[in-house]
């Protein structure tokens, strides 16, 4: 009866370990989508989910391709950037779009600057005209956050060098990016 009741413990327990590799963000996947993975391979890594092509109207296009993965439901998961226009390109980059998917440390689209900042070695804050830049050191995560968030002394400097106690721990992710190559 006691070796039953270890047996019946350790199962629930391992049951409720399980991670969900498909939403996962890491330095090396978004998901099923890992460093190696190619344009060709999206399609079956997400059957029940939708991709589609970006049209790019410009003079790039050719070299330039973007895709969207779309849920069943028709909600923007993820923005995928592939090394070059070929169907056998690896993916380079990735728009996260959807806050299902996060890293091990629960940061996802509708996180927090101070999130960030508790869990994450910053590597390089850079500030453009309408957004703060943040590289996550190790990670291959880069974030962007609104100028707007920022306190009114360094808004409207463009001279600035931002550093991360000037950064409103409440600040929300305006763009999360994972590059993968």
């Known amino acids: 009866m006691k070796n039953i009741l270890i047996i ?8 409720c370990q399980t ?17 190696s993975t190619t344009v060709n391979e ?15 109207d410009n003079n790039l296009s050719s070299i330039n391709t973007k895709y969207v993965l779309y849920s069943k439901a028709g909600d923007k998961l993820l923005e ?5 226009s070929a169907d056998t390109s690896k993916i380079a980059q990735i728009e996260v779009i959807s806050p299902k ?12 600057f101070k999130e960030v900042y508790d869990n994450y ?9 309408v957004n703060i ?29 931002v550093k991360s106690t000037q950064i409103p721990d409440d600040a ?3 763009y999360f990016w994972v590059r993968l190559n």
């Not at 999206?42 to 790019?56: E, F, I, R, T």
């Not at 995928?80 to 070059?84: A, C, F, N, R, T």
């Not at 009114?152 to 463009?158: G, H, L, R, V």
């Open 42 to 56: 999206l399609s079956k890594l997400y059957p029940n989910d939708s991709l589609h092509k970006l049209q790019l």
């Open 80 to 84: 995928l950037e592939p090394e070059s």
């Open 172 to 174: 929300p992710i305006k």
């Open 8 to 15: 019946v413990i350790s199962f629930f327990l391992t049951s």
């Open 133 to 161: 830049i943040i590289n996550l050191k190790k990670e291959g995560i880069y974030l962007a956050l609104d100028n707007e968030n920022l306190p009114d002394d360094i808004k409207y400097d463009d001279e600035v060098v």
């Open 19 to 35: 991670t969900d590799d498909q939403n996962l963000i890491t330095s090396e996947s978004v998901g099923l989508i890992s460093k």
């Open 121 to 129: 070695t910053i590597s390089s804050i850079q500030k453009t005209l």
């Open 101 to 112: 998917f996060k890293t091990s440390k629960g940061l996802n689209t509708n996180s927090k």
